[in-house]
Structures are given as C-alpha cells and as structure tokens.
C-alpha cells in the first residue's frame, strides 16, 4: 500500500551572514596551534579532507626548523587521537633544516613538498599522522639535483606528483619541473629551465589542466632590475609549450619599476588564467593579471589585463588565493594602515569587481589587538565555510603560533527543517490555539 507523507518546513534565518567570523568555530572565531618546544608554528597550507577535518601543515621553529602537520575537527579543536594531542612533528634528520612550502589531500594521502638540507623533499602520510612506507621505503623522498634545491609549489594528476622549485647547477640558478610516481616516490624525471638572464627566482605555484598542460608560476629578478612575475606552459610531455606567449614563457611587470611577487594561479573554466600577487610600489598592494589561453593579456581586464587592488589601506599582502565553483575568486592576508593591522577576506568576481554580497563591498577584516600581529598566508573553502591559517606574533621576543579562523562565504538565508508527524501535530497545535486566541481577541474588541 502506498502512502502519502505530507511534510512541513520550517524556515529560520542564520544569524551570521557572508564574510562573517564565525564566532562558533574555536574559540570566538579562531584556534590557535602552537607545537610545544618551538617558539613559532608557521602555517604554508591549509587543506580539508571529506569529513571537515581541517589539517594545517607548515613549519616549527625556533630552535631549528623542522615539519608539522596538525589536525582539528570541524568545530575548530585538535583532534587528539592525531600524533600528540593533534599534532605530528617531523625532523628529516638530526638537526637538519627541513622546510615544507606546499601540501595537497588526494586519495585519502596528505603529500607535502619541500626542501631538507638544500635537497627536494616530499612526504607522504595518511590521514591519521603516519608516514606511508610505500612511499620510499619510509614515507619521506629526498632528491638532490643540484645546489639549494627548493620543492616550492606542488601538484597531482593520476598517479604522477609534479614539483615546481628551483635549483642551482653549475652556478646558475634555474626553474624546475620534477615529476614523482605518487605510490612509490620513484623519481620520473624533470625539465630545468634558466630565466632570461642570470637572476634571483623562486616557483610560486604549479597546476595541470584536464588536459595534462603544466603551468608554472614563478617570480624572477633579471640582474639589479625589480622582481617580475613569470609564468611557464609546459605541455603534458613536459616540454614547453611554443605556442604561448613567448615560446611557453610569459613575463610580467606589473606596476613599471616596482616588485611583484606571484602567489597564486588560478585556472577558469574557459581556460582563462588569472595570476594572483603583490605589488610593492609606491605601497604594497595586490595585483590580478588576467591572461587568455594563449598568453596573451586580457586587455579587456582592466585596461591592460592587470588589476591593482589595495582596499584603501597603507599596505596590504596576500597571502593565499582560491577560485570557488561558481568563478569567483577569494584572497586572504594582512593589511596595515597608519593606526591598525589586521586581516583581510576579499571576494571579486571574473571581472575584477568587488562581489558585494561578501563583508563591505566584498571585503572582510578582523582588526588586530595592541598587543599582536596577524599574517594570513593560506586558505580553502569547506562548502559554505573559508577557513584561513596564518601565524600569529605575540612580539618580537614573544611565542608566534599558528591562529586557524572560519569565515561564512553564504549570505543569510533560509534553511528547511523537515518535521515528524509529532512535530506536524504540534504545529497544527499551535495554529489552532493562535487562531483561537485571534478570535477571542476580535470578539473582544
């Protein structure tokens, strides 16, 4: 027999809307993480795996510098029955000078990419805290190509793990692919390019397209010139894509005679590429290049394909930048004005423009205190929620520990909550006892 259910819903409000601190989360709206025998926790990813757990991996300093990865639940608390009371420490070796710069969940594995003893460095582990002895017979891949090898930027497609770094062979300073199998940390090969002429540079960030293309972003200084943002195309053989902008290299100055820094790059759904920096002169700012497929700039973007952003503040840094589902970009960091520091969440939309249903026009800040100094440095988005790690200062002879803060990306809205049929009688209930209320009022009257 087939029966009929009728349900009710109810709609109630959320009392905290987009770019809100979400005061539930942590305490008030942040956690703080510190590792016990180092003075500073300093957080390079944040990353969120399929249940809400939040995991932060980054470096623990002072003294030495060694590798942490940290887990809290969705509520913003250390999750104990990870390594230490939430935490898992890592030195490569005995007073080694071990960095992580990049870190990634795919597959139910964390991988983080760096450098131990200026050798390439990647870590295996899975989502419990232990290393996977797959992985390299130890969970821990150490590669030497030449003189202070730095894993800067990583990435995963299938089974292959690309590392965006730099190098140093023969005196002269290089970028570098490096390409690892990700069950077995075999080293695949790797393609080394030198920039324009001998300078300073480091990788920022790497992705791969569906179609298996490998974009590396960079920041280059050409001899005494200011730092430029340079970005490679290499094709899924791994060699460099002769077709775009410049025989597979694009470099850009962004504000004539100043420093720009890349951070971040963002892939759109129609294969644009939005590279996301800071800009040094005449105040630290951030600045958007938009580029077509093809390397070109978008000089519909702006004018000329580049945006400079500063919200109105003395100085501002980006720390991190995302692109959500819908094609809108989020950047998170710190900014300073003449009286305040704090950190910024700002939301912009394809065009550049300020999405104005996030914070004020797009943008959020949390102020700090007299006493402490806030620097955003990375961020992801968990559905509706942004979650954001930097370090925060206590001083300069103070403690310096990781602070991990949530931030609403959905605006107020109506939620549905269905109601069992003892709830239906209740409501029914309550209707009728207002209608008779109601009726005893007007006969009253």
Partial sequence: MRRSVFVVVLFVHILWGAGSLNTSFGNGGASIVAVSGYLQTIPVKTLVDGSGNIYIAGNARMPGSDIFIAKLDSS?????????????????????????????????????????????????????????????????????????????????????????????????????????????????????????????????????????????????????????????????????DSSFANNGALQVDGNGGSDDYGVKLLLHSNGMLTIIGNDSLPDEKAIVVRIFDTGQLDSGFDGDGIKLIGFGTQSLWVGDALLDSNGDIYM?????????????????????????????????????????????????LDQDKLIAAGRLSLGEAGPSPTIVMEFSTSDPSEVSVPLSRSGLFFLMLLIGVFALLRTKRLTLL
């Fill in 76 to 240: 913003g608390a250390l999750d104990p029955s990870f390594g230490v009371g939430g935490v898992v420490v890592k030195d490569i070796n005995s007073n080694s000078f071990d960095t992580a710069r990049d870190a990634l969940i795919d597959g139910g594995y964390l991988y983080i990419v760096g450098d131990s003893n200026g050798d390439f460095l990647l870590m295996k582990y899975d989502l419990l805290g232990n290393l996977i002895s797959a992985f390299d017979l130890d969970g821990i891949k150490t590669q030497n190509i030449g003189t202070s090898d730095r894993g800067e930027a990583l990435a995963k497609r299938g089974n292959v793990l690309y590392v965006g770094g730099s190098t140093k062979v023969a005196n002269v300073k290089k970028f570098i692919n490096i390409r690892f199998d990700a069950t077995t940390g075999a080293y695949l090969g790797d393609i080394r390019l030198t920039a324009p002429t001998v300078g300073s540079y480091s990788a920022n960030d790497i992705l791969i397209d569906t179609s298996g293309n490998q974009y590396l972003l960079g920041t280059i200084k050409v001899g005494n010139l200011n730092r430029d943002l340079y970005l490679l195309k290499f094709l899924p053989n791994s060699t460099l």
């Fill in 332 to 380: 998170v960091g710190d900014y300073q004005t003449q009286s305040q520091h704090g950190i910024f969440v700002y939301k912009m939309d394809i065009t550049g423009a300020p999405k104005s249903d996030f914070g004020s026009l797009g943008l959020s800040t949390v102020p700090d205190s007299s006493t402490q100094a806030t620097f955003m440095r990375s961020i992801t």
